[in-house]
């Protein structure tokens, strides 16, 4: 059983990081802009941020593009220390398909999930590593449904592929998901209420 606390590990390296000649860079693959909200707020102070929004499972397209205005729109109002800057991945939703093919019926949470946070780690540790960032992260650990201990088993997996540091988190520890509501609704962010993709939409809502 692993009883890792990632979160007191990013601690322990914030605290080692050098500050002032050289701020280290951070790829921060992002779901949504609530989800990025107090990510950003706590680690623009110790990183220089490229938020680099790739979630080809989201459904439907229009959800998409909405989420990615909110992000662009928020990145834009919040004050930080050290500049955020944004870049957007390929938004092409059959990548999604294919990697959840033969997974469709299994819930929320499981499987499927883990083959998306891949699909999604791999493209932000390909990102990191050709922008030259020094580390790479995401923010999905910020959701208390989202699985913490496997996020951070897959980014540190492709951080020994592709020789680019996977940052180590937990996001919603110490009241993280409660910081990022407070920050939605003090920035009117738009908050969707399902994960992203169309299994995840037919869950929360079996009427559409």
């Not at 050098?18 to 990510?39: G, I, M, N, R």
């Not at 989420?67 to 800057?85: H, N, T």
């Amino acid at each position: 059983m692993n009883h890792r606390n990632y979160q007191k590990e990013l601690e322990q390296l914030i605290v080692q990081l050098p500050q002032k000649e050289q701020v280290p860079t951070l790829l921060l693959h992002s779901c949504c802009a609530p989800c990025s909200s107090y990510v950003l707020e706590y680690l623009s102070a110790y990183f220089r941020i490229t938020v680099f929004y790739y979630n080809p499972n989201i459904y439907p397209e229009s959800e998409y593009y909405t989420r990615v205005k909110e992000q662009r729109r928020f990145i834009a109002a919040l004050p930080a220390r050290y500049p955020v800057d944004f870049t957007e991945g390929a938004y092409i939703p059959e990548d999604f398909y294919h990697c959840a093919k033969g997974m469709e019926h299994l819930p929320e949470g499981g499987r499927r999930c883990f083959a998306c946070y891949r699909l999604r780690l791999e493209a932000a540790a390909k990102t990191a590593k050709e922008k030259g960032c020094s580390y790479f992260a995401s923010t999905l650990s910020i959701s208390p449904l989202k699985n913490a201990q496997k996020l951070n088993e897959i980014g540190e997996q492709l951080a020994r592929e592709y020789q680019v540091l996977w940052l180590p988190n937990d996001f919603k520890k110490k009241n993280g998901y409660k910081r990022s509501t407070e920050l939605s609704r003090e920035y009117g962010m738009y908050r969707q209420d399902y994960c992203g993709c169309v299994y995840s939409l037919r869950e929360r809502h079996p009427e559409l």
